[in-house]
């Protein structure tokens, strides 16, 4: 059974910073790519960041480039979203998803992932 689970989201205030992980377990994702995403109250799930398979094919949101870094860790099937400079407006329960192939032309679309995590809050003051 594929299963996804994030860590690390939290209380912080604005121009913090805070490390968002997620670990995959049941099978290995090496060769996928992997994003994250997030979902404010009462908007839609959008794109955040997207690494490819390889870990150096990566794609930001305009929103947090150059604030937000991903990552990934194949040995232990686990990707980071190291994110600083935190605003009010980041404020969302942020997800991790399994794309469905190692890297895609389609890496901002929801329908690009095929596994998902139950996600983590991340709450940013002001």
């Known amino acids: 059974q594929v299963r996804l689970v994030e860590s690390g989201g939290g209380l912080v205030q604005a121009g913090g910073s805070l490390r968002l992980s997620c670990t995959a377990s049941g099978r290995s994702f090496a060769n996928n790519a992997m994003g994250w995403f997030r979902q404010a109250p009462g908007k839609e799930r959008d794109f955040v960041a997207h690494i490819g398979w390889t870990g150096t094919t990566i794609y930001y949101a305009d929103s947090v480039r150059g604030r937000f870094t991903v990552s990934r860790d194949k040995a232990k099937n686990t990707v980071y979203l190291q994110m600083s400079s935190l605003k009010p407006e980041d404020t969302a329960v942020y997800y991790c998803?399994?794309?469905?192939?190692?890297?895609?032309?389609?890496?901002?679309?929801?329908?690009?992932?095929?596994?998902w995590g139950q996600g983590t809050q991340v709450t940013v003051g002001s």
């Open positions: 998803a399994v794309d469905r192939y190692g890297s895609g032309i389609r890496y901002s679309s929801n329908e690009e992932y095929i596994y």
